[in-house]
């Protein structure tokens, strides 16, 4: 079955920047689009990217726009978010997940924005 283990969160001051990983197996990654989505406590899952197959489209929420790169290497099996100019609202859980619509994510990682 799919496996995905992000890393990479962290504490961060307001206008940092953080990059998360994801190693994802249990799948022919290379077939599939990946996304990231977070959790704030007490919310429900916020849907932050999603990134193709290669050479494929990439999308990104409203307010993640011009901050979050999505990126990925199938040779590796990887993806990535580098996140600039973070935002105490970004504060949350961010999870690596197969599809656009999540079928398979990982246990998360905690990011944290505050000065």
């Known amino acids: 079955q799919p496996q995905l283990v992000e890393s990479g969160g962290g504490l961060v001051q307001p206008g940092g920047s953080l990059r998360l990983s994801c190693v994802a197996s249990g799948f022919t990654f290379s077939r599939y689009g990946m996304s990231w989505v977070r959790q704030v406590p007490g919310k429900g899952l916020e849907w932050v990217s999603f990134?193709?197959?290669?050479?494929?489209?990439?999308s990104y929420a409203d307010s993640v726009k011009d901050r979050f790169t999505i990126s990925r290497d199938s040779a590796k099996n990887m993806v990535y978010l580098q996140m600039d100019s973070l935002k105490p609202e970004d504060t949350a859980v961010y999870y690596c997940a197969k599809d656009w619509i999540p079928t398979a994510w990982g246990q998360g990682t905690q990011v944290t924005v505050s000065s």
């Open positions: 990134i193709d197959r290669d050479f494929g489209s990439i």
